[in-house]
């Protein structure tokens, strides 16, 4: 049975029988579901996109002095009880906090965002539709915006922000 084609938990357990390992207290991982059709671009995601909860991550002590800034640094003293992870004391970064990688950087729609600066970098999305959406960077003028707009419309290329700087308030 190809990995690939694994789309729910009796398939997972009936193929870790037929390779031979022993399974006891496998439970299916939460984001696991069958998949679904995804009618604004016609592809199919066998993932839900989970967003992990993680905490702030701050200075150990940035609350207690003005000159220790909030951003994180990582605690480096022998006996910091930070660093050796003492029940209580502030949570470290760590790779658990992760995202999973198929979904990493992924919007809802099921794209991932590609900055786009002028109308040839549109064309390099077209082979890569499904996969990319073309967010224009902030700095484009409008009359730029105007013509990256239509170049995508043209190649069924998706825009994350298609009303930024082209619509006028009145």
């Known amino acids: 049975m190809d990995p690939l084609l694994i789309r729910t938990f009796q398939d997972l357990k009936i193929s870790c029988m037929q390779a031979g390992r022993h399974v006891f207290k496998v439970e299916p991982p939460c984001h696991w579901e069958q998949p679904t059709e995804q009618p604004e671009w016609g592809g199919v995601r066998m993932v839900t996109i989970t967003k992990k909860h993680k905490p702030s991550f701050t200075r150990h002590q940035s609350d207690r002095f003005k000159c220790l800034s909030s951003s994180w640094r990582k605690p480096k003293g022998i006996d910091s009880a930070v660093r050796r992870r003492f029940r209580g004391r502030a ?73 930024a700087k082209v619509t006028t308030e009145v």
């Not at 999305?125 to 224009?136: G, N, P, Q, Y």
């Not at 730029?144 to 419309?153: C, F, N, P």
């Open 91 to 163: 949570a470290m970064p760590k790779i658990g906090y992760g995202s999973a990688k198929k979904t990493r950087h992924m919007m809802p729609s099921g794209h991932k965002a590609f900055l786009v600066h002028n109308e040839k970098d549109v064309e390099l999305l077209l082979m890569h539709r499904k996969t990319f959406a073309a967010e224009i960077a902030h700095g484009v003028s409008s009359r730029k915006r105007v013509g990256i707009l239509s170049k995508a419309r043209a190649l069924g290329v998706k825009v994350t922000n298609p009303r």
